[in-house]
């Protein structure tokens, strides 16, 4: 009979199966052994044929001598593993879970020749020089950000990074958080992450190229390019340069409903900030002369990164949803998560898919795809808006979306698409004022009220600024108005609004406080239990 293998070690764990255990021809089925240990672990089933068929090994207690007799000659240093035995059918099968190893790389040795094997799908393949050097630092607990250089402190500024620090915390940087952070070692010697981070890196293959083509492809023509950008220096400057770049060669459609006006952008912002932390943040620093590529097309936009998947499981057979975090780089996504550019738990692609099916304009087929293969890694967002134009530009099936004070709360509707708890005259659509957006609903009051249910009439323009005050709350007046591409003024109006209506409160002085969004306690308490 046939048998179900996932039943048996479950649906996410990697696995070979052999007809019997080969003594003659151990390399077929000891470079698994390799490659489990090697990578996240895995499972070898011996008694099961090529079609599934349950065939038993014979005397399965000494198979498993043989086995670790065998393993003990053939793989060094020996890797972790333990046996199970099964019964199906009068027939045994034997089941060897390997388990990660800590003392990578493991090598094959046998035929004068000495090969660490790692998994990329299902099969076990040569190591290239490129991820034994990867495998040496697993072994040795280190990474490539936490490696020190030969590079001095004292020879490098990083204003860009306290500045953007303070920006998004409002907190201060100080000379000790250089050590505690991992960018300095106790010798005064940048790490390799320092070295990404100072102002002008080091590190000369940790550029961005960006080039917005002309078409849905690169072919040659007699425009290739719309424009371009190569981008150097530190990490900052290239997520923040590379995303100005999406900015500016993007565009946003709106459309006016009873409550205002639906922005409709080519891409979500925050899916695009989430895929470049990515390509940066946990690509391999170790391919030298390999950058990130950002490749706009008309109807798509293409980020590459050099580096598999760290577990080396190609990404498009894993459950995107569902996808645990194993960090490559821990002190680049240690740093990067103290700036608020990342979270700790690693839930990126589920947060990319989810910030695309809450646009107004999102179908399924235009849902962020992801692949990889053992030296590449490409995140593919398409353009929301490719191929409409007017009342084409929401599909008949799309629900209008109330726009509130925060993206990431959505207000619940009623079937006739009200909103409920909030009154139907809290927007005049004859009221010149309301209409301009600067006026607070009336019934706008944090006391009591779930932060998600605070809303007002606004103007896109002000609910840019506002998005802006939430990922910068120390940054100055000028540099607010700078990022939402307002005027002073307007920036100044904004805060007054907000402020007046009890949104936002100032923390600290005027020069080196920071604002701070207002969440009532019974939010917050909501908030931590899930």
Same mark, same amino acid.
């Given at each position: 009979?046939?048998?179900?293998?996932?039943?048996?070690?479950?649906?996410?764990?990697?696995?070979?199966?052999?007809?019997?255990?080969?003594?003659?021809?151990?390399?077929?089925?000891?470079?698994?052994?390799?490659?489990?240990?090697?990578?996240?672990?895995?499972?070898?089933?011996?008694?099961?044929?090529?079609?599934?068929?349950?065939?038993?090994?014979?005397?399965?207690?000494?198979?498993?001598?043989?086995?670790?007799?065998?393993?003990?000659?053939?793989?060094?240093?020996?890797?972790?593993?333990?046996?199970?035995?099964?019964?199906?059918?009068?027939?045994?099968?034997?089941?060897?879970?390997?388990?990660?190893?800590?003392?990578?790389?493991?090598?094959?040795?046998?035929?004068?020749?000495?090969?660490?094997?790692?998994?990329?799908?299902?099969?076990?393949?040569?190591?290239?020089?490129?991820?034994?050097?990867?495998?040496?630092?697993?072994?040795?607990?280190?990474?490539?950000?936490?490696?020190?250089?030969?590079?001095?402190?004292?020879?490098?500024?990083?204003?860009?990074?306290?500045?953007?620090?303070?920006?998004?915390?409002?907190?201060?940087?100080?000379?000790?958080?250089?050590?505690?952070?991992?960018?300095?070692?106790?010798?005064?010697?940048?790490?390799?992450?320092?070295?990404?981070?100072?102002?002008?890196?080091?590190?000369?293959?940790?550029?961005?190229?960006?080039?917005?083509?002309?078409?849905?492809?690169?072919?040659?023509?007699?425009?290739?390019?719309?424009?371009?950008?190569?981008?150097?220096?530190?990490?900052?400057?290239?997520?923040?340069?590379?995303?100005?770049?999406?900015?500016?060669?993007?565009?946003?459609?709106?459309?006016?409903?009873?409550?205002?006006?639906?922005?409709?952008?080519?891409?979500?912002?925050?899916?695009?900030?989430?895929?470049?932390?990515?390509?940066?943040?946990?690509?391999?620093?170790?391919?030298?002369?390999?950058?990130?590529?950002?490749?706009?097309?008309?109807?798509?936009?293409?980020?590459?990164?050099?580096?598999?998947?760290?577990?080396?499981?190609?990404?498009?057979?894993?459950?995107?949803?569902?996808?645990?975090?194993?960090?490559?780089?821990?002190?680049?996504?240690?740093?990067?998560?103290?700036?608020?550019?990342?979270?700790?738990?690693?839930?990126?692609?589920?947060?990319?898919?989810?910030?695309?099916?809450?646009?107004?304009?999102?179908?399924?087929?235009?849902?962020?795809?992801?692949?990889?293969?053992?030296?590449?890694?490409?995140?593919?967002?398409?353009?929301?808006?490719?191929?409409?134009?007017? +009342? %084409? #530009?929401? @599909?008949?099936? &799309?629900?209008? /979306?109330?726009?509130?004070?925060?993206? $990431? *709360?959505?207000?619940?509707?009623?079937? +006739? %698409? #009200?909103? @409920?708890?909030? &009154?139907?005259? /809290?927007?005049?659509?004859?009221?010149? $004022? *309301?209409?301009?957006?600067?006026?607070?609903?009336?019934?706008?009051?944090?006391?009591?009220?779930?932060?998600?249910?605070?809303?007002?009439?606004?103007?896109?323009?002000?609910?840019?600024?506002?998005?802006?005050?939430?990922?910068?709350?120390?940054?100055?007046?000028?540099?607010?108005?700078?990022?939402?591409?307002?005027?002073?003024?307007?920036?100044?109006?904004?805060?007054?609004?907000?402020?007046?209506?009890?949104?936002?409160?100032?923390?600290?002085?005027?020069?080196?406080?920071?604002?701070?969004?207002?969440?009532?306690?019974?939010?917050?308490?909501?908030?931590?239990?899930?």
């Amino acid at each position: 009979m046939k048998f179900d293998i996932a039943k048996l070690i479950g649906e996410t764990t990697d696995y070979d199966k052999k007809r019997e255990l080969e003594i003659r021809r151990p390399k077929s089925w000891c470079k698994s052994v390799c490659a489990f240990a090697n990578g996240s672990g895995g499972s070898l089933i011996f008694g099961i044929a090529d079609d599934d068929t349950v065939v038993g090994v014979e005397d399965a207690h000494k198979t498993g001598e043989k086995f670790s007799e065998i393993v003990k000659q053939k793989i060094d240093p020996i890797p972790p593993f333990n046996f199970n035995y099964e019964v199906i059918d009068g027939k045994t099968i034997m089941i060897v879970t390997v388990e990660p190893g800590d003392q990578t790389p493991y090598y094959y040795i046998g035929d004068g020749q000495q090969i660490a094997y790692y998994r990329m799908g299902n099969e076990s393949i040569p190591a290239t020089a490129i991820k034994i050097r990867e495998l040496v630092l697993r072994g040795t607990n280190r990474s490539f950000d936490s490696l020190s250089t030969d590079y001095k402190f004292e020879n490098y500024d990083f204003s860009r990074l306290r500045s953007v620090f303070h920006s998004r915390t409002g907190k201060e940087f100080t000379e000790n958080d250089y050590e505690s952070w991992g960018i300095v070692d106790r010798n005064g010697k940048l790490t390799n992450a320092g070295a990404l981070l100072a102002n002008e890196s080091p590190i000369r293959h940790s550029r961005l190229f960006c080039t917005r083509w002309n078409g849905l492809d690169q072919s040659h023509g007699l425009m290739d390019a719309l424009d371009d950008a190569e981008i150097s220096g530190s990490l900052i400057d290239l997520l923040l340069e590379g995303l100005a770049f999406v900015r500016r060669n993007s565009h946003k459609m709106w459309h006016k409903s009873p409550d205002g006006r639906v922005e409709l952008p080519d891409y979500p912002e925050d899916s695009v900030l989430e895929g470049l932390v990515n390509a940066l943040i946990h690509r391999s620093y170790l391919e030298i002369g390999s950058e990130v590529h950002l490749d706009m097309f008309d109807d798509r936009i293409e980020i590459f990164s050099p580096g598999g998947m760290y577990e080396n499981r190609p990404v498009q057979e894993c459950d995107i949803m569902q996808i645990k975090s194993r960090r490559r780089n821990p002190v680049l996504a240690d740093i990067f998560s103290r700036l608020k550019y990342m979270e700790r738990r690693g839930s990126g692609f589920k947060k990319i898919c989810n910030e695309y099916a809450h646009q107004v304009n999102y179908r399924e087929e235009l849902k962020p795809t992801f692949r990889s293969n053992d030296s590449d890694f490409v995140i593919t967002f398409y353009n929301l808006n490719y191929g409409m134009s007017g +009342d %084409n #530009s929401i @599909p008949q099936s &799309s629900p209008i /979306v109330p726009q509130t004070v925060s993206d $990431r *709360h959505k207000l619940p509707q009623t079937e +006739d %698409n #009200s909103t @409920p708890g909030i &009154s139907s005259n /809290v927007l005049d659509s004859d009221n010149p $004022r *309301h209409q301009t957006g600067t006026k607070l609903a009336p019934n706008l009051a944090p006391n009591g009220t779930k932060w998600h249910q605070a809303q007002f009439s606004y103007s896109p323009e002000m609910y840019n600024f506002f998005k802006v005050l939430r990922n910068f709350p120390g940054g100055t007046v000028p540099f607010l108005a700078t990022e939402a591409n307002i005027s002073e003024r307007s920036a100044h109006r904004y805060l007054k609004i907000l402020k007046d209506s009890g949104i936002i409160k100032r923390i600290g002085t005027h020069r080196k406080g920071y604002w701070e969004i207002v969440t009532p306690k019974t939010e917050e308490k909501g908030e931590e239990e899930q």
